[in-house]
Nanobody, 120 residues
């Protein structure tokens, strides 16, 4: 399984971006997809996750109401729609996938990261 993230860029505060994560390989082996982010000098954090088959979704508090995670199983792609962006959303965003049967909270595959920069 390989993950290819795209869609990052420079945007002004209040603007929007949509990130995409294309999964190649055995998508049927995946149970959960997540979007992580790592801001300069900070720990990596989980921003949003989605269950691959059932659509259960969760967000970290700081992005609730602004970010929307979704999936297109036919295209093996997960999206992160980011609205009302703030300078504190500036980070490298990574998509990740958990294999079915892997421990809760673990992620087995990682994309290369895409940089989101929000200017004030």
């Amino acid at each position: 399984v390989q993950l290819q993230a795209s869609g990052g860029g420079l945007v002004q505060a209040g603007g929007s971006l949509r990130l995409s994560c294309a999964l190649s390989g055995r998508g049927s082996s995946i149970s959960v997809m997540g979007w992580f982010r790592q801001a300069p000098g900070k720990e990596r954090e989980l921003a949003a996750l989605i269950n691959w088959s059932g659509g259960s979704i969760a967000y970290t508090d700081s992005v609730k109401g602004r970010f929307t995670i979704s999936r297109d199983n036919a295209k093996n792609t997960v999206y992160l729609q980011m609205n009302s962006l703030k300078p504190e959303d500036t980070a490298v965003y990574y998509c990740a996938a958990r294999r079915t049967g892997s421990p809760l909270g673990s992620y087995d595959y990682w994309g290369q990261g895409t940089l989101v920069t929000v200017s004030s």
